[in-house]
Structure formats: C-alpha cells, structure tokens
C-alpha cells in the first residue's frame, strides 16, 4: 500500500466534522487560514461555516466567480497572486467552501502553491459531495477541454454537511443524483435500484445516499489511487458525457449543460454502446433510458453538432496510444475499462437517443 492509498483522506459528517476540522486546527495551528468560495457560496454558506470555527482562527476569505467557465489558469494565477500578497507561506492552509469547481480548482491552487500547502474540502453542492470532493483529484479546463490540467493530490480530510444543500436549486440537486445513479450501474444492481426511485430529492433520504455514494467512490480510489485500472470505471457516462458538456459550454447556440445532465445523456449512450458490444441486457438497458429521460429529459443534437462532440473525445485523458477508450457495462455493477469504439456505432447511439 503507497503512502497516498494509506492517508486517503477521512470524509466526516455533520457536527462530528466541525469537531474534528477544530481539533485539527488546534493540533496543525496553521500560520493563516485561506477559505476559497466563488460568489455563490459567499453568500449562501460562509457565515453557516465560519460559525463552526472555534478560537476565531485568523482567516481570510478568496472569491472567485461562480460557474464552470472560470475553473481555468486565470482563475488560478488571480488566487495564486491573491495569496502571495496576503502572504501565505507553506505553513499555510487553504479550505476549498464550494461545489466541484471550488474544490478542484482549490485543490490544484494547494497542491502548487510554494510546492504544496495543505487544504481542506468543504462541498456544499451533491454533485462535490458525492464525486469531486473525495480522491484528490484537482485541476482546471484548458479552453473547453475538462480537466486537463491538474494533479492528484489527498486533502487533509472532507466535511460533508447535507444542510448546504438547502441552498441549492433543484437542477443543481438533479445534477448531482446523475453521479449517484452511476455509482449504482457500475457498483450495485441494488443501489442503483433504490437510487432509481428517487424522483423528488429529499434531505432526510439523502443522509444516507450520501454516505453509500461516497463509500462506492472511496473503496475504489481506495483500491487504484492513480487511476490504472479499475479507477476508470467512475468515468462511466464520461467519455461521451465531458464532450457534450464541453461542446455545449462553448457553443452560445446550444443550452448550456450542468455536469450531471451531460453525463445522464452520456449514460444513456454508453449503456446503448454496451449492448452492441458487451451484450449488456437490453430490457436493463430500457430502464436505464427511461430513468435517466423521465429525470432529465432528452437534449437535441444535430448532425454537425454529433461530429464536434466526437472531436472533442480525442481529448479525454482516458484515451491511449490515439485510441478513444471507453467504460461499458457487462451487466449492472461489471463495468469494463478500455474498449474501443467503432465510429459508426457512436453516431448509432446518437440516433437511437434522439428516436427514443
């Protein structure tokens, strides 16, 4: 076991968190305290959390604008200059109060800044609680390209306080489910049942959701830290799913997409591909289409718009040696890594998407 499977970092919950995130102020007193939230999170939670803080810990607080199109190295090089001036040394800790734009992008700001510092996540979205916020993944777009720049690196430990959620508008709260309904098709016939059921998001049932998803996550980082292997299994849904939601960010004409409703389509159309290829069980399959659709609707895609998003597949940093490498589905939770995709059947899926 390598050092980093062995710290991997412990994900707390509720009034326990705030007792453990004191404790470890008290036991590391870092030289300054640097809470990074983007305009949303300012508002919304920063005042709940600094409540939690014992001692009043000198603290100092980064904005950076909300939403996907500022998680780039602009971005970086203003919090980087942010820090420097309000001189943060190496004793420094940084606590990343956000959704997945926050916590990746403060994570990768830590990870670089005087070689390291440490940080701390906070996710205040469903989307970070269950996926962006646990397996030291950080790093930022580069243009439209997600995630093409960064490091794995563990946060010191995650705060998971399902009161945030609150704050959140329903699409965001549905944005979030499409990372738990993944984790029950490539983990659990049984998750993904009782996660299926879920049409009206409640805080009461999502308490132990939660806690499920961030287990099925944690066991396999657990197991494949750097992504060898069976860590690319999460990326099921992704590789048609990032270049939809790349494509769609960057074209004015086209509505802009949440990261779980890109991914929901890529589910549909990976499922598709998993029965021509993996003979996945095509009455499965219905289901999976009905779920995701009576959820999430169905977007529109035409003939040119499929031909830039599979440009865009070129990019994904599962790809190998030119080839475009897919997650598919055997069956629900046996997922297989690194299949290669004929062309022809891409555009197949689309079709059957968009006809069904």
Same mark, same amino acid.
């Given at each position: ?6 710290? *991997? ?17 008290? #036991? ?7 809470? *990074?939230?983007?305009? =949303? ?10 409540? +939690? ?18 998680? =780039? ?8 200059? &942010? ?14 109060? $956000? ?54 690196? +563990?946060?010191?430990?995650? !705060?998971?306080?399902? +009161? ?22 490539? &983990? ?7 996660? %299926?059921?879920?049409?009206? *998001? ?9 806690? #499920? ?29 990032? &270049?939809?939601? %790349?494509?769609? !960010? ?20 990976? %499922? ?5 290829? +993996? ?17 999430? $609707?169905?977007? %529109?895609?035409? #003939? ?14 599962? =790809? ?8 598919? *589905? ?13 062309? =022809? !059947?891409?555009?197949? &899926? ?7």
């Amino acid at each position: 076991m390598n050092d980093l499977t062995a710290s *991997l970092n412990p994900v707390l919950y509720a009034e326990n968190a705030y007792q453990k995130l004191n404790e470890f102020l008290v #036991e590391n007193d870092p030289s300054r305290i640097f809470i *990074l939230v983007d305009s =949303n999170t300012h508002e919304h939670c920063l005042a709940k959390f600094m409540q +939690q803080l014992e001692n009043s810990p000198q603290t100092e607080v980064i904005e950076i604008e909300a939403g996907e199109e500022y998680k =780039n190295l602009q971005t970086c090089e203003g919090v980087w200059n &942010a820090l420097s001036e309000l001189e943060a040394d190496r004793k420094s800790l940084m606590i990343n109060l $956000g959704g997945g734009v926050v916590t990746d992008l403060g994570g990768f700001v830590a990870s670089a800044f005087k070689r390291g510092i440490q940080f701390i996540n906070i996710p205040t979205t469903l989307l970070a609680m269950v996926d962006a916020s646990v397996g030291g993944k950080t790093g930022v777009d580069l243009g439209n390209l997600k995630n093409q720049i960064g490091v794995i690196n +563990q946060p010191e430990m995650v !705060l998971i306080d399902t +009161q945030f959620l609150s704050t959140l508008p329903q699409e965001e709260m549905r944005s979030g489910l499409a990372e738990i309904l993944k984790h029950g098709l490539i &983990a659990s016939e049984t998750y993904w049942e009782k996660v %299926s059921k879920l049409e009206d *998001l409640d805080l009461s049932d999502l308490e132990d959701i939660i806690k #499920e998803s961030v287990d099925i996550k944690k066991e396999i980082v657990t197991k494949d830290p750097f992504e060898k292997n069976l860590r690319k299994t999460l990326n099921f849904g992704h590789t048609l799913g990032h &270049a939809i939601e %790349s494509y769609c !960010l960057t074209h004015p004409e086209k509505k802009r997409l949440l990261h779980g409703e890109a991914i929901a389509a890529g589910m549909i159309l990976e %499922s598709y591909i998993s029965t021509e290829l +993996q003979d996945f069980p095509k009455e499965k399959f219905e289901k999976i289409n009905n779920v995701i659709k009576s959820i999430y $609707g169905k977007e %529109s895609f035409s #003939e040119d718009d499929i031909i830039q998003i599979k440009e865009l597949m070129k990019f994904d940093k599962k =790809n190998e040696r030119g080839n475009i490498n897919f997650v598919l *589905l055997k069956d629900i939770g046996r997922p297989v890594i690194d299949i290669v995709v004929p062309d =022809n !059947l891409i555009k197949n &899926a689309f079709d059957w998407y968009l006809n069904n």
